[in-house]
């Protein structure tokens, strides 16, 4: 069974552009989350779907983040625009459904100059 | 506001020796708790999990054990390989919030031939 497909895999941009990250789920899994890692620490909640619903975006800066999860499978995050600080790995994850064991994609480390 | 919390940001254990890795918890609302594996350039893997409910949980040469009253689990690994070297994370779940995860910073754990 494939795993959680992310692309790309590495992005480098400088700051004010804008840059989208993509990822595909496990099939037949109906939760998806993004991660935010920064060097050294653990990975952080962005926002999780249930389905088609963003159900928890509570920690995602709306200000310049954005994600979608058209039809309840793959699922994108942008940023527009990109800052210095946003220079970190973006991971996404699935699970069967809210609260199962979460499988992460390898994560797209993303530098902004 | 720390709410998982690994203290040792690095482990060096020689070969065939047991290796522990240490998580501590302030939430008494988490159920359960999660174990994840990260090699480089790899999103994390789930390794193995404790339900709040539990004190032990083995699996093959690694055992999670729970503290409840003192907000502390450990990771065990007997006996330490090689491809065992690797960041480790320790996660959090309150069922409450949705199954949201709470990472500690992680712990590199570098097994010596």
């Known amino acids: 069974e494939a795993g959680v497909v992310q692309s790309p895999r590495y992005k480098i941009i400088e700051k004010k552009q804008p840059v989208a990250f993509w990822c595909n789920p496990i099939?037949?899994?109906?939760?998806l989350y993004w991660y935010l890692q920064n060097l050294g620490q653990g990975p952080e909640l962005l926002i999780r779907?249930?389905?088609?619903?963003?159900?928890?975006d509570s920690q995602l800066p709306k200000d310049r983040f954005s994600a979608e999860r058209l039809k309840g499978v793959d699922s994108t995050l942008k940023i527009q625009p990109a800052e210095l600080g946003d220079s970190a790995v973006y991971l996404c994850?699935?699970?069967?459904?809210?609260?199962?064991?979460?499988?992460f994609g390898p994560g797209t480390r993303l530098t902004v100059l | 506001d720390q709410q998982v919390k690994q203290n040792s940001p690095s482990l060096s254990v020689q070969e065939g020796r047991i290796s522990i890795l240490n998580c501590d918890y302030t939430?008494?609302?988490?159920?359960?708790f999660l174990w994840y594996k990260k090699y480089p350039a790899e999103g994390p893997t789930f390794l193995i999990s404790i339900s709040s409910i539990k004190d032990k949980n083995e699996d093959g040469r690694f055992t999670v054990f729970l503290n409840k009253s003192a907000k502390h689990l450990s990771l065990h690994i007997v006996p330490s390989q090689p491809g065992d070297s690797a960041v480790y994370f320790c996660?959090?779940?309150?069922w409450g919030q949705g199954g949201k995860l709470i990472f500690g910073q992680g712990t590199e754990l570098s097994v010596k031939p």
């Open positions: 939430n008494s609302m988490f159920d359960y």
């Open positions: 779907y249930e389905n088609e619903e963003a159900v928890d």
């Open positions: 099939s037949g899994h109906n939760t």
């Open positions: 996660a959090a779940r309150n």
């Open positions: 994850a699935s699970s069967s459904n809210q609260g199962d064991t979460q499988y």
